[in-house]
């Protein structure tokens, strides 16, 4: 395992196009992301994988979200064949089909109505994992290959679905679907809201999944301190905090000390003049014009742990693109190599909080 992460060394210095994809130049790239120039100073929370170049083995990443906008800038070549699994009655289209489209700006199922930021939550998401470049907006990994799999849109949401989405993702058979030509070796959850305890059925799947060594990444939810919620309370599932620009724990973050590692998710702006006081995620995303049609568009406005989530899927992704072999239990074990202390909350006496960073003790 040394010899693993030994092989780091040669990432931070690899400055050269990546091939294939779009890359926007070092003065914009999103702090989260940490600064190029090693003698530049980055946010006290950021990733530091400014300079790290992808590896030579594809990851496939599922997106399980409100859907993705396929037509997107910064996701043109990172998308696979994806697929809808809602089921009726709580798909306005009908049923299942390989459409993993989110559900327009007017559907309604009953009362509610489906609104802007939730069109273009899983956009922003596999944005924030695979983004190509494109007006500033680069992932993580921007190698990755991205699978959209719809799972709530304007009705709620089934448990049997969630179950379902969560299979097919890993390429297990699930009935009445075609098999995921691409299964996930990282599978991405920015929602929470669950059961207090993992349910059987759902932990029986994530074990399935655990069989196959596939990362599942949840965020731990925006529920003000509260303990963790399915899915991120589950056994084997990364579950993920968040901090702000500058490595405290955010306010709206679930706080547990069941939550393995926290990432930047930003909040209210801070004050000062310094790249990051921005404090948002810059994501790629769509706004309406004054005509009222969408337009594409890259905007700081991701804040949550559900974008926290993103940035953990694509630090795990750009790893395995080095090392497809890595397993979660490795990684869980290699944490402290990948990873900083947060300043302890008094609300969670029992919390030792890491947030997540490539640190110079990985490279040598």
């Not at 620009?245 to 547990?256: M, Q, V």
């Amino acid at each position: 395992m040394a010899i693993l992460f030994a092989v780091l060394i040669g990432w931070a210095s690899i400055l050269q196009a990546w091939g294939g994809v779009v890359v926007a130049q070092p003065q914009e790239l999103p702090w989260h992301l940490g600064a190029l120039n090693a003698s530049a100073a980055s946010a006290p929370a950021s990733l530091n994988t400014a300079g790290v170049k992808p590896g030579p083995h594809p990851v496939v990443v599922a997106v399980i979200d409100s859907g993705v906008l396929a037509q997107h800038p910064s996701l043109r070549g990172r998308l696979l064949p994806g697929y809808d699994m809602l089921s009726a009655p709580y798909n306005v289209r009908g049923g299942r089909s390989p459409d993993f489209a989110p559900d327009l700006r007017d559907a309604r199922c009953g009362d509610r109505v489906a609104t802007g930021p939730f069109r273009t939550h899983g956009t922003e998401v596999a944005s924030l994992i695979a983004g190509n470049g494109y007006e500033g907006v680069v992932g993580v990994n921007p190698s990755a290959q991205i699978v959209p799999v719809r799972l709530f849109g304007s009705c709620q949401m089934g448990r049997a679905d969630l179950l379902d989405a969560l299979a097919w993702a890993a390429g297990l058979p699930v009935a009445g679907v075609p098999v995921n030509p691409n299964p996930a070796r990282v599978i991405n959850l920015s929602f929470s809201g669950g059961k207090a305890v993992c349910g059987p059925d759902l932990q029986h799947v994530l074990n399935r999944i655990a069989e196959k060594n596939i990362f599942v990444v949840a965020a731990v939810g925006n529920t003000f301190g509260k303990k963790l919620a399915e899915p991120a309370n589950c056994d084997g599932v990364i579950s993920v905090g968040a901090v702000d620009s500058e490595n405290n724990i955010a306010n709206y973050s679930a706080l547990d000390a069941r939550t393995l590692v926290y990432a930047p998710g930003g909040g209210q702006r801070l004050s000062g003049d310094a790249p990051w006081d921005v404090n948002k995620l810059k994501v790629g995303t769509y706004d309406l014009d004054i005509t009222g049609d969408e337009t594409p568009a890259a905007s700081w406005r991701g804040v949550g742990t559900s974008y926290a989530a993103p940035l953990v899927s694509g630090f795990v992704s750009l790893l395995l693109s080095w090392h497809p072999q890595l397993t979660p239990t490795d990684f869980v074990q290699q944490l402290p190599l990948f990873s900083r202390p947060v300043k302890p909350s008094e609300q969670c006496p029992d919390c030792a909080p890491r947030s997540l960073t490539m640190r110079s003790e990985a490279q040598n």
